[in-house]
T-cell receptor, first 117, second 111 residues
Framework: GAVVSQHPSRVICKSGTSVKIECRSLDFQATTMFWYRQFPKQSLMLMATSNEGSKATYEQGVEKDKFLINHASLTLSTLTVTSAHPEDSSFYIC?????????????FGPGTRLLVL | GDSVTQMEGPVTLSEEAFLTINCTYTATGYPSLFWYVQYPGEGLQLLLKATKADDKGSNKGFEATYRKETTSFHLEKGSVQVSDSAVYFCALRRGGNKLVFGAGTILRVKS
């Protein structure tokens, strides 16, 4: 199946710093990428949807200035958590949809664990 | 708003046991329903889906039937294997892109 990677898989940072998470579609072109956040024992919550070359669409309650999303190419989207605080600690998951297989199916990355101290 | 509720885990079974993971949903209209599986260290993978009432999705021995009357999409497998140990997520999509997920159910299969 289609492969989506995320980097890093785990990151620890100090409060106030910014952290960038990369999401790559390795063997297909991703016209749309999605970013999710997952709290322990809770479901994945969609944060934003991005289409290549255009601004991301954020879900209600998600701060766009806090979570910067860039989808600059058909294989790469980045999520930058700006001025991170301990409450931003979470598991961040991306998914991608594009020209592989069923064009409605989202292919998920393995996730990035962020811990803000 | 739309929501998905699935049974809490972990569910622990012996190999070759019968598996049921319950999933119910709340949504207006006719959503598409999905089961995703996440193996350790990997991303979520689509396991099966159903797009209309009474549809049965199936894959790798797993089945789920879209029951509109009970707003349910329970996942079943007749004989589980150790390799089925994973986290299972029920989800719905009602038009557009947005998937709404349940909280996930951990399945542990012992040999």
């Amino acid at each position: 199946g289609a492969v989506v990677s995320q980097h890093p898989s785990r990151v620890i940072c100090k409060s106030g710093t910014s952290v960038k998470i990369e999401c790559r579609s390795l063997d297909f072109q991703a016209t749309t990428m999605f970013w999710y956040r997952q709290f322990p024992k809770q479901s994945l919550m969609l944060m934003a949807t991005s289409n290549e070359g255009s601004k991301a669409t954020y879900e209600q309650g998600v701060e766009k200035d806090k979570f910067l999303i860039n989808h600059a190419s058909l294989t790469l989207s980045t999520l930058t958590v700006t001025s991170a605080h301990p409450e931003d600690s979470s598991f961040y998951i991306c998914s991608a949809r594009g020209d592989r297989g069923d064009q409605e199916t989202q292919y998920f990355g393995p996730g990035t664990r962020l811990l803000v101290l | 708003g739309d929501s998905v509720t699935q049974m809490e885990g972990p569910v622990t079974l012996s190999e070759e046991a019968f598996l049921t993971i319950n999933c119910t949903y709340t949504a207006t209209g006719y959503p598409s329903l999905f089961w995703y599986v996440q193996y350790p260290g990997e991303g979520l993978q689509l396991l099966l889906k159903a797009t209309k009432a009474d549809d049965k999705g199936s894959n790798k021995g797993f089945e789920a039937t879209y029951r509109k009357e009970t707003t349910s999409f329970h996942l079943e497998k007749g004989s589980v294997q150790v390799s089925d140990s994973a986290v299972y997520f029920c989800a719905l999509r009602r038009g557009g892109n947005k998937l709404v997920f349940g909280a996930g159910t951990i399945l542990r299969v012992k040999s």
